[in-house]
């Protein structure tokens, strides 16, 4: 049992350049995240899904998209990176609505753009 | 406007003694908190939570205290130990849209336990 993996965990990139960030849970989870986490502002939402075929707009959603074709997979795009987004991006995922609503964290991608 | 704020950036405490953590929330909408731990290059691990209709929760050596008045939830490690360093975030938890459970996060607090 893995739990919630993310790949790759490092990348740079030039400003303009895109790439994928793959999220994948082996626990049958229906609620998975996406947040980035920058010094000094904590973990920021940037997209959420509650289920297979689902997404949502978090606090910080700009300049990126998501998709959640398969119930284990979330999927984090950047179509044209910029400088801003660098930062630590963490997945998480939680089974659903009951209890208080603990979320189980990937190890996260550093992601730098130049 | 931070609805969960963590007032103390760092904390350093020597090992053995106990470690309290400080958080406040502004909205009473929260019916759970949550505490995480998170160690450098690793993604932040659940550490213990507490409903709002209760006022204290102990897992070994970690008590987290709930005073709904006061809006204030504080974290007790007792004894701190050096593997303890780490940050700690806390999260408040609240149903929001019928079908969705949101966590608004804490900036987090450093704990340095010196040997």
């Known amino acids: 049992n893995a739990g919630v993996t993310q790949t790759p965990k490092f990348r740079v990139l030039k400003t303009g350049q895109s790439m994928t960030l793959l999220c994948a849970q082996d626990m049958n989870h229906e609620y998975m995240y996406w947040y980035r986490q920058d010094p000094g502002m904590g973990l920021r939402l940037i997209h959420y899904?509650?289920?297979?075929?689902?997404?949502a707009k978090g606090e910080v959603p700009d300049g990126y998209n998501v998709s959640r074709l398969k119930k284990q997979n979330f999927l984090l795009g950047l179509e044209s990176a910029a400088p801003s987004q660098t930062s630590v991006y963490f997945c998480a995922s939680r089974p659903g609505l009951a209890g208080p609503g603990g979320q189980y964290f990937g190890p996260g991608t550093r992601l730098t753009v130049l | 406007d931070q609805q969960v704020k963590q007032n103390s950036p760092s904390l350093s405490v020597q090992e053995g003694r106990i470690s309290i953590l400080n958080c406040d929330y502004t909205n009473s909408m929260f019916d759970y908190f949550l505490w995480y731990k998170k160690y450098p290059a690793e993604g932040p691990t659940f550490l213990i939570s507490i409903s709002s209709i209760k006022d204290k929760n102990e897992d070994g050596r970690f008590t987290v205290f709930l005073n709904k008045s006061a809006k204030h939830l504080s974290l007790h490690i007792v004894p701190s130990q050096p593997g303890d360093s780490a940050v700690y975030f806390c999260?408040?938890?609240?149903?929001?849209?019928?079908?969705?459970?949101?966590?608004?996060w804490g900036l987090g607090t450093s704990l340095a336990v010196n040997p």
């Open positions: 899904s509650v289920g297979e075929g689902t997404t």
């Open positions: 999260a408040a938890s609240a149903v929001i849209g019928g079908n969705n459970r949101k966590l608004i």
